[in-house]
């Protein structure tokens, strides 16, 4: 005999978004955990349902879903929606007559609209872009009080827009061994994605083949996303333009080898995307970001 549990109604609390993007230190993930709590000394029959909690819904669940950064208005609270500067929040009059608050907690609420074209927060290891809000309790004739609390900024890099996002991304190259006069036949490496925009959390199959043409084992191939920084600057005094780059290596996977004089498919490789800033990096004039899924086939021997 069987029955249904009915439906439980779980509430989603305030609490960070999962995965805990751009920050490779700390993970985050949800999970529904149905419990079946049986009678007597016998242990408990569990099942875990995994979930992901987002910042913004749905739309086939809720329609269009709200912008980002937008916020409810607060009664009371000034709208600085729509502000060039960064804005002030003053409590007291302009001539500088501050108000007399007795002990106690006082939350004074506000809110403010960021602009539409930010760049995404990032942290590079030359450049940086961050965010984050000052508050400061000026005291006269005494030290002020101040307090800083940082906050994440992501541009929603739609994939829908991309024209070129479904489309698969393929290369292929060759090479030839040689050992003092010997030169052997070319190894051809060929190589490509499903397709070629993805977002975080999500895997990229890469499939491709190996001819070998030399009599050297091919021991195995991999596949790795690279994420490939480059900064701007310009040089003092000439004010020559200047530009640096950075490989990081964000996710791997290993696939088939070949042995010589054979040729054969290299197996399908699953690379995962870890959390990790839009391509391009948009709005940001001296910061460049762009992946790149390296291919490569290991030979066996010194070459």
Known sequence: MSENIGELLLPIPPAPPSN???????????????????????????????????????????????????????????????????????IGDKAGESPILPPGYYGFPFRY???????SSFEGGTGHVRYSINGIIDRPWRFDHTA?????????????????????????????LCCLCCKSGPIELQAQTDRGGYC???????????????????????????????????????????SGSDYNTLSSAVGLGCRGRTSGNIGELLVPIPPAPPSVLRHCSIIDINYVIEVTAHIKGPH
């Open 200 to 242: 975080p959390g999500e895997v990229v199959g890469v499939r491709g083949s190996v001819e070998n043409n030399s009599n050297t084992l091919i021991y195995k191939t991999s596949a790795k996303l690279v994420q490939i920084v480059t900064d701007h600057a310009t040089k003092d005094l000439t004010a020559t333009p200047a």
């Open 113 to 119: 609209e960021l602009g539409t074209e930010l760049p």
């Open 148 to 176: 800083e609390g940082a906050f994440t900024v992501l541009d929603m890099y739609d994939l829908n827009l991309e024209p070129n996002a479904q489309m698969p991304s393929g290369n292929q190259n060759s090479k030839t």
């Open 20 to 90: 805990l993007r751009y920050c490779n230190i700390i993970s985050i993930s949800y999970k529904i955990v149905v419990t079946a709590h049986i009678k007597g000394p016998h242990l408990n029959l569990e099942v875990a349902l995994p979930l992901i909690i987002g910042s913004i819904p749905l739309r086939s669940l809720y329609g269009r879903a709200s912008q980002p950064g937008s916020a409810p208005t607060m009664p009371g609270a000034p709208d600085y929606s729509g502000a060039t500067a960064p804005p002030l929040y003053q």
